[in-house]
């Protein structure tokens, strides 16, 4: 398996209890004391930090079938041919699985509805190439062949891949367009966020070009393209700017929006949307078998569009 960029600096025993949920974090450390587990070919331990494009080989006993069983669920196909397929994925959906999230994962539809996809990324993450956070929706990328899978993990690698968001943000940034150049690591307190710190270990330089498409009052539709790769990118990045993304409950303090928040009447309960409002809208890439430049796009989700519309009837758009 070969070390992302995100992954950089990560402990070995954490990196693969990543992407070996099903194993307990004392059995894969167990398999590393055993010699089961190299990295570039050599020994390593527990506390061994991986590195962005190194290799790890292991041995580990097959996985339990629990959580990563094909299940029929619909999938939005944008895009499809022998090598590759294109999904829009819808929010609430998980990726691949993890603690908590052992069924209707990405993984498991993809498994139902495809007979042939990758495994470089290992047993858990059949096809998968890179990834979204639960509550992003949008376009997503899948290998079908291990060719595939390594074409296009070389061009994410390489920065080769134009990704294209689009957010809701609230307030409504102060300019036009900017360039957000701040380095992003680990939360100094809470272990499930990301943050921008300066020369600190685990910091690693990220880059984001935002542009303010509508402007309501209080709050924003913006196009944002991520130059880099990095954990909550787009998430920290806004938030740090003093934008945050609307409904992203890890940070911007707010989980939901109703229609009370809006009109200010205590007695409009109704929730107009319950997830962060961030959503892959494009991405564009060279095919892995042709080299050709290919852009997909995913329309944008009903939950946006409803938020978007309630915004310009009761806030207007300026």
Known sequence: MVVDESEDLERLDSFLRRHFPKFSRVKIQRSISAGDVLIDGGSAKSSSRVKTDQTVTF?????????????DIPLDVLFEDEHMVAINKPPAMVVHP?????????TAALSFHFKNLSAVGGPTRPGIVHRLDRDTSGVI???????????????FEQRTVNKEYLAIVTPEPDRDSDLIDKPIGAHPYQREKKAVRENHSTSRDAVSVYEVEKRFRGFGLIRVKPKTGRTHQIRVHMAHAGYPVLCDKLYSGRASLALKDLTRKEDDMQVILDRQALHAHQIEFAHPETGQRQTIQAPLPEDMKNTLDCLAKLRGQT
């Not at 993890?98 to 990405?106: D, M």
Request: proline share 8%; hydrophobic share 35%.
């Open 141 to 155: 990328l899948v290998a079908k062949t291990d060719a595939a899978h390594r074409g296009l993990a070389s061009q």
């Open 59 to 71: 041995s580990l006993p097959e996985a339990s079938p629990d959580g990563s069983l094909p299940e």
């Open 98 to 106: 993890a603690k908590g999230h052992w069924s209707g994962t990405l």
